[in-house]
């Protein structure tokens, strides 16, 4: 038994270890009955990327199923989570352009920034539900012009709280995000994905969700209308 350690510096766990296996394959021939046993953090990274691979779908769905106990049916549900990859965009971007790679830190953060963005999206969704029901006509349905100003007016009353929301998680962490002291190499990624994140579900849930929200209700709207 013979133990090789060594260190990295200025690179992540995975995509050193990745291409240490990779040369040790191409340039090393182990004489027979030797063989290689990867341990230690690389090992301890290999099982929480296990555990993630599970524990985010998991988490996802059983987020689905509150939203849908919330709102009582499965369009509102699955409208609130499109603000999950809304807020995946900018959390990617972010570990782009400052070179970071997808670690244990940074999907810690994609969950965490999931669950924010789901929040943003139920703050509006919920809001423009609320607003429905109160102008609805004398027969009790909903028309184009009246689920389009509750959208409008949702949205525009709603933007305060999202705002709020963002900024409490994206300036919170923008010290952490920007560090580059020793031990930042486990807080930056989350921090980047979060801060990253939340620039673009902000917009997007201000600005795109509203759209995507008016087009299915009105889809719906013309199903259920009478033919003439």
Known sequence: YMAVKFGIRDRDLGSTVAEVQARIAKEIALPHGYSLKWAGQFDQMKEAQQKLAVIIPATLGIIFLLLFFAFNNLRDAGLVLINVPFAAIGGIMALYITGEELSISAAIGFLSLFGIAIQDGMILISYICKLLDTKENKDGKQTEDSLKASVIEGATLRMRPVLMTALLAGLGL??????????????????????????????????????????????????????R
Do not use: D
């Not at 994905?193 to 620039?199: A, S, T």
């Not at 997007?204 to 008016?214: D, E, G, Q, W």
């Not at 299915?216 to 013309?222: D, T």
């Open 174 to 227: 923008l010290p952490a995000a920007m560090s580059h002291a020793i031990g930042s190499q486990a807080q930056r990624p989350l921090a980047l994905v979060i801060v990253g994140g939340m620039l673009t579900t902000t917009i997007l849930t201000l600005l795109v969700l509203p759209v995507i929200y008016l087009t299915v209700r009105k889809m719906g709207l013309k199903r259920h209308s009478p033919t």
